[in-house]
């Protein structure tokens, strides 16, 4: 069974930093994309950072020059180091490991973590 376990999540001030990790297990195949997405209360969810299927990084323009994604392989783990947070950076954040198996891609998420920013 594959399980992608969250951790880093908490309260912490304006301008401050977090480091999220992803601890992925239970699987034989690599993920073809990883990476974090995050969703507020009344909000979709929306793409964060993540390593694409061409093993560049993706960042969301709100998040660009603050967060930086980064990963272990032979871990299955990815981490997203988040700096000169801001109270709109408040959210659960998830951890998304997609693979492509079969003409079709199957998607897996953790179960979030909290982060909050306080003004």
């Known amino acids: 069974q594959v399980q992608l376990v969250e951790s880093g999540g908490g309260l912490v001030q304006a301008g401050g930093s977090l480091r999220l990790s992803c601890a992925a297990s239970?699987?034989?195949?690599?993920?073809?994309?990883m990476g974090w997405y995050r969703q507020a209360p009344g909000k979709q969810r929306e793409l964060v950072a993540r390593?694409?299927?061409?093993?560049?990084?993706d960042y969301a323009d709100s998040v660009k020059g603050r967060f930086t994604i980064s990963r272990v392989n032979a871990k299955n783990t990815v981490y997203l180091q988040m700096t000169s947070l801001k109270p709109e950076d408040t959210a659960v954040y998830y951890c998304?490991?997609?693979?492509?198996?079969?003409?079709?891609?199957?998607?897996?998420w953790g179960q979030g973590t909290q982060v909050t920013v306080s003004s």
């Open positions: 239970g699987f034989l195949f690599s993920f073809n994309v």
């Open positions: 998304n490991g997609r693979h492509y198996r079969g003409y079709r891609w199957y998607d897996y």
């Open positions: 390593f694409n299927s061409s093993g560049n990084t």
